[in-house]
């Protein structure tokens, strides 16, 4: 006798695609275009910071205390830059492997759909940083050569929950931040926007990263979970040491050396680093990701 129970595969597949479906239905009620949306016409108003300066590698340094107001706005400036930079990066390495992933499924789905509708987004945001970079002042920060390099590896061979994690650990570093700056009066108003337009559209892509990352990991071997925390680890390591460089106190005039230094060991934002990524460490623990090798990578990172 045929039993009328639905698999539970075919359950599952069926919440996937519901999920799909209201991220969908979101990006159709709220959604921005940077075009219209971010004030590009008035110049740069050099009285205000780039990002909330709690935020900046060097506050709460000796070299901190040093800096007259002036310098610390244009040192924030240059990080501000330096971290929409790295986010571009990012962001290209995402939409290839979103791209990749989808290749050749079905276009009738939800899933395949908005997987389009976030590469969609992730186009608009780059050009944003872009622009957003250029009106802050700032020269094309690039990361180190072999960061590019591991990158390029990286979103060539990375797949399943190793990708859809990286993704989410990249984004979920730079929403906390852009929350603290998008509220912030002090921070110049068109980058304030600019946050504002990533951190709204970016919840819907940390979503689907959520989802996509368990669904992955499902009836995954140890083998293959410890193989791709380790994966993750490392290419979380290597986004978050690539946002700020030494070209960034090069560009605010200060001593690269020393600015180096002082911001290598500066514990207030080593604090506020592991302090933001505490949901982040969670969720990566209740998925098996936080593995003995995995968490020196995040350790090196002050990410825990």
């Known amino acids: 006798m045929a039993s009328s129970t639905v698999p539970p595969e075919s359950e599952d597949r069926h919440a996937e695609q519901e999920v799909a479906r209201r991220l969908l239905d979101s990006a159709a009620k709220l959604s921005y275009d940077p075009a219209t949306e971010v004030d590009w016409e008035t110049p740069l108003d050099k009285d205000f910071h780039g990002a909330s300066p709690e935020w900046s590698t060097l506050y709460g340094t000796a070299y901190w205390a040093e800096l007259t107001e002036p310098q610390r706005k244009e040192l924030t400036r240059q990080e501000a830059a330096s971290v929409a930079s790295t986010g571009i990066w990012f962001e290209m390495i995402l939409q290839q492997m979103v791209l990749r992933d989808m290749y050749a499924k079905d276009p009738t789905e939800p899933r395949f759909q908005w997987a389009l509708t976030e590469i969609a987004d992730e186009c608009r945001h780059s050009i944003m940083f872009a622009r957003g970079a250029a009106k802050l002042g700032a020269p094309a920060y690039r990361p180190h050569r072999l960061a590019v390099e591991l990158g390029r590896a990286f979103k060539t061979v990375a797949f399943g929950e190793a990708a859809y994690a990286a993704i989410l650990v990249a984004e979920e570093v730079l929403d906390?931040?852009?929350?603290?700056?998008?509220?912030?009066?002090?921070?110049?108003?068109?980058?304030?926007?600019?946050?504002?337009?990533?951190?709204?559209?970016?919840?819907?892509?940390?979503?689907?990263?959520?989802?996509?990352?368990?669904?992955?990991?499902?009836?995954?071997?140890?083998?293959?979970?410890?193989?791709?925390?380790?994966?993750?680890?490392?290419?979380?390591?290597?986004?978050?040491?690539?946002?700020?460089?030494r070209k960034v106190y090069e560009s605010a005039g200060l001593d690269v050396e020393r600015a180096v230094r002082e911001a290598r060991a500066n514990e207030h934002h080593k604090s506020l680093m592991r302090s933001s990524c505490a949901g982040l460490m969670e969720f990566l623990s209740s998925a098996g990701l936080l593995t003995r090798p995995a968490l020196a990578f995040y350790k090196r990172a002050h990410l825990i």
Do not use: C
Request: overall charge positive; glycine content about 2%; proline content about 1%.
């Open 176 to 245: 906390v931040m852009q929350r603290d700056w998008m509220r912030d009066e002090r921070v110049v108003p068109f980058v304030r926007t600019i946050n504002n337009i990533h951190v709204v559209e970016e919840s819907r892509h940390m979503k689907f990263a959520r989802e996509e990352t368990r669904r992955r990991l499902r009836g995954a071997s140890r083998a293959r979970r410890q193989f791709h925390a380790l994966v993750i680890a490392i290419a979380s390591y290597v986004i978050v040491t690539s946002m700020v460089g």
